[in-house]
């Protein structure tokens, strides 16, 4: 079947620990996205990376970090500079102007 | 810059009766716009998506929206909810350019309750 897959479904991590949030694709996409999603608020544009080796800040890209070396994968690092990383992540990628998502982390910082 | 206003950010509703979610953009550029479906836990679905063409989308579970150009106006409706449609939605644009690179501006979202 294809389709995107987030692993861990479930993070906890203390203060001041970076985590790598997970995000593989098997739909030969070229785009990838991550976004924060907060009760109440939508969903805000972390990162972009349209294309193997290159992405872009989003709207809220402080205190995260993102790696492109594989098409299909697109992990995303939360710092421990980031001041409020509680939050569901989604990760998406996208076929033209279509985007599809995974199943998301819900990360908690203990 | 991009903007989405999902006017409701709750919805009640009885089982079987009709309902609408609406949804405001506001754009200097033509736009894409798409409405996803998001279940406790999970990530986003895609119901619907107006490109181009007939004003008038009709999407998965009998969901259908408007696009009204001089409204700014992209609406959800369904004439018969089922409990299952118990949900929030999200109302999201794209600027049909291709200056924004793919990126989708959301809105706040609308739960969607539906009682028995």
């Known amino acids: 079947d294809g389709g995107i897959t987030q692993s861990p479904k479930y993070l906890f991590r203390k203060e001041g620990q970076n985590v790598t949030l997970s995000c593989e694709q098997n739909?030969?996409?070229?785009?990838m996205y991550w976004y924060r999603q907060d009760p109440g608020q939508g969903l805000r544009l972390i990162y972009y990376s349209q294309i193997v080796n290159d992405f872009q800040k989003g709207d809220i890209a402080e205190g995260y970090s993102v790696s492109r070396e594989k098409k299909e994968s697109f992990p995303l690092t939360v710092t421990s500079a980031q001041k409020n990383p509680t939050a569901f992540y989604l990760c998406a990628s996208s076929e033209g102007d279509t985007q599809y998502f995974g199943p998301g982390t819900r990360l908690t910082v203990l | 810059a991009q903007s989405v206003t999902q006017l409701d950010s709750q919805v009640p509703v009885f089982e079987e009766a009709p309902v609408e979610l609406r949804c405001n953009y506001s754009?200097?550029?033509?736009?894409?716009l798409f409405w996803y479906v998001q279940y406790p836990n999970q990530g986003l679905q895609l119901l619907l998506k107006?490109?181009?063409?007939?004003?008038l989308v009709k999407g998965i579970n009998g969901f259908e929206a408007e696009f009204n150009k001089s409204q700014t106006s992209f609406h959800l409706r369904k004439p018969s909810v089922h409990i299952s449609d118990t949900a929030e939605y999200f109302c999201a644009v794209n600027d049909a350019g291709g200056t924004s690179y793919g990126k989708l501006t959301f809105g706040q979202g609308t739960i969607l309750t539906v009682h028995p």
């Open positions: 754009s200097s550029v033509s736009v894409y």
């Open positions: 107006y490109l181009s063409g007939s004003t």
């Open positions: 739909l030969n996409h070229d785009a």
